[in-house]
């Protein structure tokens, strides 16, 4: 079966700390990754994705992800935190060669992050 | 550029009552979805159009939900008569082909 883990239900940073957001996944073929952001009472807001190429993907708002074939993950991290950075993370990931429009994107629970002052 | 835009943002109705929430796409985007979100988990599809074909909607309750795109732009989705069970946030996105969705604000609902 097809899933998304997020094992992490909240991390906590201080403001200037670097942080890290955990996602591994399972999945047929090669997946295409993606972060989104939730504010709110707000949608979501995509952040970055990963379809093939440098493993490091850099996205909106300084975040950047890592994809890691062996390990099967995709962290989310970012260099300095800010306090305007705590929000609830979404990881997703579709299928192998349908990670555009046309493929289920399968969620994670999400990582409630806190970035304290 | 306007994003997705979704209507009501709250319902709260009783059980047994329908209900029916409104999305209009960001223009030009000829995939939409209907996602429902619970609390604490994340969005899980009920059903993708690629226009005004219904595409994937192998995990929409047909017994008491329906959808519709009719001219493949703007998408009404119906819940006939509505449970408990019924209560979270139903987010609409959508996208171009092999482009990253944008998801509208939700409309949350809740049933009592």
């Known amino acids: 079966a097809q899933s998304v883990a997020q094992p992490e239900d909240q991390v906590n940073v201080a403001e200037g700390n670097p942080l890290t957001v955990k996602c591994t996944y399972s999945?047929?073929?090669?997946?295409?990754l993606f972060w989104y952001v939730q504010y709110p009472n707000r949608g979501l807001q995509f952040l970055l994705k990963?379809?093939?190429?440098?493993?490091l993907v850099k996205g909106s708002y300084g975040f950047e992800a890592e994809f890691n074939k062996s390990q099967t993950s995709f962290h989310l991290k970012k260099p300095s935190a800010l306090v305007s950075d705590s929000a609830l993370y979404f990881c997703?990931?579709?299928?192998?060669?349908?990670?555009?429009?046309?493929?289920?994107?399968?969620f994670g629970k999400g990582t409630k992050l806190s970035v304290k002052p | 550029e306007a994003g997705v835009v979704q209507s009501p943002r709250y319902k709260i109705i009783e059980k047994k009552q329908p209900v029916a929430f409104w999305c209009n796409p960001i223009?030009?985007?000829?995939?939409l979805y209907w996602y429902l979100q619970n609390l604490g988990q994340g969005p899980e599809l009920l059903i993708r159009?690629?226009?005004?074909?219904?595409?994937?909607d192998s995990q929409l309750p047909k017994d008491r939900f329906s959808a519709e795109r009719l001219k493949g732009v703007d998408s009404t989705l119906k819940i006939q008569p509505a449970e408990l069970g019924d209560s979270a946030v139903y987010l609409c996105?959508?996208?171009?082909?092999?482009?990253?969705?944008?998801f509208g604000p939700g409309t949350r609902l809740t049933v009592l």
């Open positions: 990963y379809i093939t190429g440098d493993n």
């Open positions: 159009y690629e226009n005004e074909e219904a595409v994937d």
């Open positions: 223009s030009g985007h000829n995939t």
């Open positions: 996105a959508s996208s171009l082909v092999d482009s990253a969705r944008f």
């Open positions: 997703a990931v579709s299928p192998g060669n349908y990670g555009g429009s046309q493929g289920n994107l399968i």
């Open positions: 999945v047929s073929g090669n997946p295409y």
